[in-house]
């Protein structure tokens, strides 16, 4: 079959979240004739192996944590089955599935023509695009928006493809009985605490003592604590050195060889799950950039200013594929700040987003949730002089009616920078702490004070109200 050609103002490569939004402020807001391109399925990571199914996965998790702990309040609550995994994953894929319906439908209403497959760049105004049947698209484009993604990473160690990635987490059918996750970010903190609230045998290796390195010390100190405290196997100081089938066991067990603080000349383990979680690599591998001359940074991410240009003039960069701050809401609020400006006319010439002060959680067991600076980000920008802390830790309402060993920690601080004491840092971790973030971060993006916050009545009794009565 013959290469077709079409043309349009903007084409965006990539239908995850970033994509999505910046093509359908595009067409629909500002009628400009726009493509938008994705191999996989619409949505991105975040739609499919990532915060949505993630999430609700974390709501069964503690759900688990809740009949757990029914008891303390009264209730008799006997399960007569375990988890039903399998029935719990096929509920979860069919709601994925509506959802990926959701986003074509969406952007047939903003009149975004919408191609299924593999795109690459031929030059800078130029793309071909390999369609599901092998037959190729070659599209002319004004401008150009890159927003592939990423994927996860797998290590270069020996029977590294036994083990499967956050993608593959999705795709369990059963529930593994003993499972290892490798890493530290809040992909392998989130995970790990999923499995263990639902009763799998949960080891994390890490690298060094603490995990979620990249967070304030208090989280990361309190967090470490309390995995330890509901059951888990922290591994620090480890490292992994080959991967075998156990052939004894058969099926799915696989036999893990590593070393940690425990065991500095190695080990090994019997494990049926083994989940790498080491970090994630930007989707650009046949993107083709280097016939447009787009230039990448050592990572291999696309370089992007403030504003989303790349180097090449009308080719644009957004999301993870560009490395800046990896979360969906990002991409989004970014995709459709370059949208703006690229077609809203002279009010939106500066538009752009801005990348300080923003909030994320992490959903583990407690969540965590964190705006601003840590303490130490805080100190070696300001000086020691110049920062207060507050801070406290306390047990939650919630924990009341239980035994001391069955009691989670909640754990909050405020860092505060000047003679105003404005806020320049928030973190905090116990439960609710994801919904109770956005609200802060409001207050925080807006420059409020600790005098702000003391301002505020506090709303009793809650956790929160912690936050408008710090000494």
Not at 85 to 110: C, M, P, Q, S
Not at 390 to 403: I, N, P, R, S, W
């Amino acid at each position: 079959m013959a290469p077709t050609n079409k043309e349009c103002d903007y084409l965006v490569i990539g239908g995850g979240s970033g994509g999505l939004a910046s093509a359908r402020r595009a067409s629909g807001m500002y009628g400009v004739k726009t493509i938008a391109i994705e191999s996989n399925r619409l949505g991105g990571t975040c739609v499919n192996v990532g915060c949505v199914p993630k999430k609700i996965t974390w709501n069964a998790a503690s759900i688990a944590e809740t009949i757990h702990e029914a008891a303390a309040y009264g209730f008799s609550v006997e399960t007569t089955a375990p988890f039903d995994w399998k029935t719990f994953k096929h509920k979860r894929d069919a709601y994925v599935k509506r959802l990926n319906g959701i986003y074509e439908k969406n952007l047939h209403n903003d009149k975004v023509e919408y191609i299924h497959g593999r795109a690459h760049l031929l030059g800078k105004h130029s793309v071909e695009v390999v369609l599901d049947d092998g037959s190729k698209t070659t599209i002319n484009a004004k401008k150009i928006l890159l927003a592939t993604g990423g994927h996860p990473s797998i290590p270069p160690i020996e029977g590294a493809e036994l083990g499967i990635t956050s993608d593959g987490f999705f795709d369990l059918d059963t529930q593994p009985k003993k499972v290892a996750l490798v890493g530290a970010g809040y992909i392998a903190v989130e995970m790990a605490g999923m499995f263990n609230a639902l009763g799998s045998e949960t080891h994390l290796f890490i690298r060094h003592d603490t995990f979620l390195r990249n967070f304030d010390p208090m989280i990361q100190e309190t967090i470490v604590k309390e995995y330890e405290r509901q059951g888990m196997h922290i591994h620090r100081n480890s490292s992994q050195t080959k991967i075998e089938k156990d052939t004894e066991k058969g099926g799915e067990w696989k036999i893990m060889h590593y070393k940690d603080a425990e065991n500095p000349d190695g080990a090994s383990m019997d494990i049926d799950c083994l989940l790498w979680a080491i970090g994630r690599k930007p989707e650009v591998e046949d993107l083709g950039l280097e016939k447009a001359g787009v230039k990448q940074a050592e990572s291999g991410h696309i370089i992007a200013d403030d504003y989303q240009n790349t180097n090449v003039e009308h080719i644009y960069s957004l999301g993870d594929v560009s490395g800046k701050v990896e979360l969906t809401p990002v991409a989004i609020a970014a995709g459709r700040k370059l949208a703006d400006r690229l077609f809203g006319g002279p009010k939106f010439a500066d538009s752009k987003l801005d990348y300080t002060n923003i909030p994320s959680v992490v959903f583990a067991h407690p969540e965590v949730g964190s705006i601003g600076l840590s303490e130490p980000e805080a100190r070696e920008k300001y000086g020691n002089k110049d920062i207060k802390i507050y801070k406290t830790d306390f047990t939650a309402m919630y924990y009341a009616m239980m035994g001391p060993d069955e009691k989670g920690p909640t754990n909050y601080k405020l860092v505060c920078q000047g003679p105003e004491e404005k806020v320049v840092g928030m973190h905090i971790l116990g439960l609710g702490s994801s919904e109770m973030l956005q609200g802060f971060g409001v207050a925080i993006k807006m420059g409020a004070t600790k005098k702000d916050f003391d301002s505020c009545v506090a709303i009793h009794p809650t956790s929160a109200e912690e936050l408008v009565t710090l000494k």
